[in-house]
């Protein structure tokens, strides 16, 4: 069975940080492209960032560029997301994904987890 189990949300001041990670099982994450999107109440979810399965190319939403890094480590079945420099605005829940295509895009992807909040405050 492919889950994938997001963790490491949570409250934080504006300027604050934290790391979200993704562990994956019931598939070889290797095999994939990873990625992260954010839905905040009555939005459209978003993607953020996604990586290569090989972690070589990444790419980034306009909004979190020089504030966001994704990685992955594939030992470990693990993706990560560092968010730096948190604002108001990047509140929202936040989903990992994994899927076989490339692009930041829902339809990129065909595995989602279950999502973990991250609130900023001003």
């Known amino acids: 069975q492919v889950q994938l189990r997001e963790s490491g949300g949570g409250a934080v001041q504006s300027g604050g940080s934290l790391r979200l990670s993704c562990a994956v099982s019931g598939f070889t994450a290797s095999a994939y492209c990873m990625g992260w999107f954010r839905q905040a109440p009555g939005k459209e979810r978003q993607g953020v960032s996604c990586?290569?399965?090989?972690?070589?190319?990444?790419d980034y939403a306009d909004s979190v560029k020089g504030r966001f890094t994704i990685s992955r480590d594939n030992t470990k079945n693990t993706m990560y997301l560092q968010m730096n420099s948190l604002k108001p605005e990047d509140t929202a829940m936040y989903y990992c994904?994994?899927?076989?295509?490339?692009?930041?895009?829902?339809?990129?992807?065909?595995?989602w987890g279950q999502g973990t909040q991250v609130v900023v405050s001003s």
């Open positions: 990586i290569s399965w090989s972690g070589g190319t990444t």
């Open positions: 994904a994994a899927g076989r295509r490339w692009g930041l895009t829902k339809s990129a992807f065909d595995y």
